[in-house]
């Protein structure tokens, strides 16, 4: 309110407006949201939201009618892995200064676990570096695939379980399951089960299709 309120009392130029950035504004409620509405109308804000939810389910439909969405596309594996080498020879902000050879695998392998997230892998290459063991000659850690699977323990699954991934999640269950395919099926249920989803919410799932879908073509599918 304080920041609107200043935008509303300064005095308009030309290419000089009041820019309001809302980080992860999918965690405004509907109510907070519409505060912006008479400032975005009038002109004296310029909103920019940013959000890693589907902007049709969290953001206000009269906000979002006002606003242009821009989708920001996932990384390559080829752009994670020139961020990694980037960080290796940056001296003031990254690896520089430290005295490691790291084997291409090692940063391919490493692109290919952040699953195409700069963050995750900058963390596990500044991890990894620094656990990896030092040449006694040379003086220089060597980081390669056989060290770099000790540092990795398991990958964190995306999976949010209140949100659009949950949902993404049990209609690809329930794709496979339509499709006659129990191999993809088991790996959606346990990919669930994994991330930390109630595995009754899954069991009911499954009864639900038994009873519904199979259920129209065997009648004793719930039973079994």
Same mark, same amino acid.
């Given at each position: 309110k304080e920041v609107t309120a200043a935008a509303q009392d300064r005095? =308009? =130029?030309?290419g000089r407006r009041t820019i309001v950035?809302?980080?992860?504004i999918h965690r405004f409620n509907k109510a907070q949201q519409d505060a912006f509405l008479p400032r975005v109308e009038a002109g004296d804000i310029v909103l920019i939201g940013a959000t890693t939810e589907n902007p049709s389910f969290e953001v206000n439909a009269a906000l979002l009618s006002r606003s242009k969405v821009f989708v920001l596309q996932a990384l390559t594996s080829e752009a994670v892995e020139q961020i990694l080498r980037r960080a290796l020879v940056d001296q003031e902000h990254g690896l520089g200064a430290l005295e490691i050879t790291v084997a291409d695998e090692a940063i391919a392998a490493i692109a290919r676990f952040a699953n195409r997230d700069a963050r995750a892998a900058l963390n596990l290459l500044e991890f990894a570096a620094a656990s990896a063991p030092m040449d006694p000659e040379t003086c220089v850690r060597q980081l390669g695939l056989p060290q770099l699977e000790h540092s990795i323990q398991r990958r964190a699954?995306?999976?949010?379980?209140?949100g659009e991934e949950h949902y993404n999640l049990i209609s690809a269950l329930h794709k496979s399951m339509r499709n006659s395919d129990p191999d993809a099926a088991i790996y959606w249920v346990a990919r669930m089960l994994e991330a930390g989803e109630d595995p009754l919410y899954v069991a009911r799932r499954l009864i639900r299709f038994a009873s519904e879908d199979i259920g129209n073509a065997d009648p004793q599918a719930l039973t079994v």
């Amino acid at each position: 309110k304080e920041v609107t309120a200043a935008a509303q009392d300064r005095p =308009r =130029r030309p290419g000089r407006r009041t820019i309001v950035f809302v980080d992860e504004i999918h965690r405004f409620n509907k109510a907070q949201q519409d505060a912006f509405l008479p400032r975005v109308e009038a002109g004296d804000i310029v909103l920019i939201g940013a959000t890693t939810e589907n902007p049709s389910f969290e953001v206000n439909a009269a906000l979002l009618s006002r606003s242009k969405v821009f989708v920001l596309q996932a990384l390559t594996s080829e752009a994670v892995e020139q961020i990694l080498r980037r960080a290796l020879v940056d001296q003031e902000h990254g690896l520089g200064a430290l005295e490691i050879t790291v084997a291409d695998e090692a940063i391919a392998a490493i692109a290919r676990f952040a699953n195409r997230d700069a963050r995750a892998a900058l963390n596990l290459l500044e991890f990894a570096a620094a656990s990896a063991p030092m040449d006694p000659e040379t003086c220089v850690r060597q980081l390669g695939l056989p060290q770099l699977e000790h540092s990795i323990q398991r990958r964190a699954l995306l999976y949010d379980k209140g949100g659009e991934e949950h949902y993404n999640l049990i209609s690809a269950l329930h794709k496979s399951m339509r499709n006659s395919d129990p191999d993809a099926a088991i790996y959606w249920v346990a990919r669930m089960l994994e991330a930390g989803e109630d595995p009754l919410y899954v069991a009911r799932r499954l009864i639900r299709f038994a009873s519904e879908d199979i259920g129209n073509a065997d009648p004793q599918a719930l039973t079994v």
